[in-house]
Structures are given as C-alpha cells and as structure tokens.
C-alpha cells in the first residue's frame, strides 16, 4: 500500500501510535458531540487501522499527477486506504514543541482546527476524529446521492467539511485539507473532485447541529473500469 512518503519518516509513526493511544479519549468536543441522531446508534464507531507513513509515490511526482475527475467507481476502499486518506487530509503528524497538543497535516488558521471531517461511506456518516484515529457514527444509511451530484453518487468515500463560520479562516483552512487529499488520491491512483454544495440540504443529512456549516465536498474513489 502506497502513501505519501514525505509527510513523515518512520520513528514518528511509532511515536504517533503511542500518542494516539494515550490521548485516545481526552478529545477536543466535536461538534457532533452529543447530538447523533437514533440511527447512528446502529453504526458502531469504526477504529482505523494506524496510517502508513513510509510509502506513496515522490511529492514531486503526486503534484504531476493532482487532478480534478468527476467519476468514480462504487466500489469502497479498504479501510487501510481510508486510514490513509484522512490522515493525509487531516490527521495527527507530530507532537506540537511550542504549545502543548498535536500537530496536524494541514495547518490551520490560529491553530483553531476548526474543520470538522464528515465522512460520508455507502453505510452512513461519520466524523473524523484525528486524535483517536477513529470515526464515529452520526447519521446511518447510505446518504450518498443526497448529498453529492450525481457524478459522485457512489464514490466511495466523500469528505463534507463542516465549520461554524462560512468565511474567512474557514474556506483557507479547508483549502489546505482539500490539497492533501487531492495529493494522497494522486499518489494512490485514486479519483478525486472538490466541489461547492450547491442547493443539497447536506445540513439536513448530516444532521448538523444549528449553526454548524457543510462549506465544501470532496470525493474520492477507484475511477471508473
Ligand atoms: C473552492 C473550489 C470550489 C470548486 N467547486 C466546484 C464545483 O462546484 N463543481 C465542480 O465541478 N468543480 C469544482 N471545483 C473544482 C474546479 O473546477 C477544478 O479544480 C478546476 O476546474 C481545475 O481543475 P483541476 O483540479 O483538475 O486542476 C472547485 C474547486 C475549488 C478550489
């Protein structure tokens, strides 16, 4: 399995294990927290596998290669790459030497980490919870067509970023998460389209709390045979 071999060398995956387990459940309060909705209630918290940090193709050769394709495959990715995809979008990559916490793979505005991942599988809607490397259920079934076009439909994977603002910070901030993705999917051969919410009621699916925003998505998956 292939990642992006310069994120990060190998003794730090080591150290990220053990941070992981260590700061596993003294998370910062998601947004979700508190607020899933009766069905999620079936879907089980899905521990993912720790990513792997030590392969994937040249930086230089990724950046060749990023692109923007509307179609995908149905057909979902196996949780390893899943792992890997999101820790590449957002994940845990170092301890932070100045202020005490974690350091992300994309930077953030005021170190606020405001973007929340909703990760949207063919059997429901989770949130991306970095420190645990975990992702917990929060609206279950397959809500896929309601909340990407139809050229994403059935991708396996689509990445709703989620903010309290709509502006500023916010959309710089998902940027930088969004080019990591494109970055990994390259470097996997995977399939990948960042788009605008356009008139989708994602809110709803999603089941957000008031005042909680879907500012962008993004699909990946297997291009098309
Ligand atoms: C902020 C932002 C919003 C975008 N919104 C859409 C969109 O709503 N629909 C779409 O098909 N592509 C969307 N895109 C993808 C761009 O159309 C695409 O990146 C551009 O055409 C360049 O193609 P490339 O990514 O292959 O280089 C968006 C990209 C960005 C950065």
Redesign the pocket.
Not at 193 to 196: K, L, M, P, V
């Given at each position: 399995m292939r990642t992006l071999a310069f994120i990060a060398p190998r003794k730090t995956a080591a150290l990220l294990a053990l941070i992981a387990l260590a700061w596993g459940t003294q998370l910062v309060a998601c947004h979700h927290q508190g607020a899933a909705p009766v069905q999620a209630a079936e879907l089980k918290p899905i521990q993912l596998p720790q990513p792997e940090i030590t392969a994937g193709i040249p930086l230089m050769q990724a950046l060749a290669q990023?692109?923007?394709t509307?179609a995908f495959l149905d057909k979902p990715l196996p949780l390893q790459t899943l792992s890997n995809l999101l820790w590449a979008a957002f994940g845990v990559n170092r301890p932070r030497e100045v202020k005490p916490g974690l350091g992300r793979t994309a930077p953030s505005a005021m170190n606020r980490r405001e973007i929340e991942l909703d990760v949207v599988l063919a059997s429901g809607v989770y949130v991306y919870e970095a420190e645990a490397n975990r992702l917990r259920p929060v609206a279950g079934g397959d809500l896929r067509g309601k909340i990407s076009p139809e050229a994403a439909a059935h991708a396996a994977v689509t990445i709703v970023y989620v903010a309290a603002a709509k502006d500023g910070f916010a959309q710089v901030d998902t940027?930088f998460i969004?080019q990591n993705v494109?970055l990994f999917a390259a470097s996997e051969g995977l399939n990948a389209?960042?788009?605008?919410l356009?008139g989708q009621d994602v809110a709803t699916a999603l089941k957000l709390p008031e005042g909680q925003q879907a500012l962008?998505a993004q699909s990946v998956g297997y291009p098309p045979q």
């Open positions: 990023r692109k923007t509307r940027g969004g494109y389209w960042f788009y605008s356009h962008y």
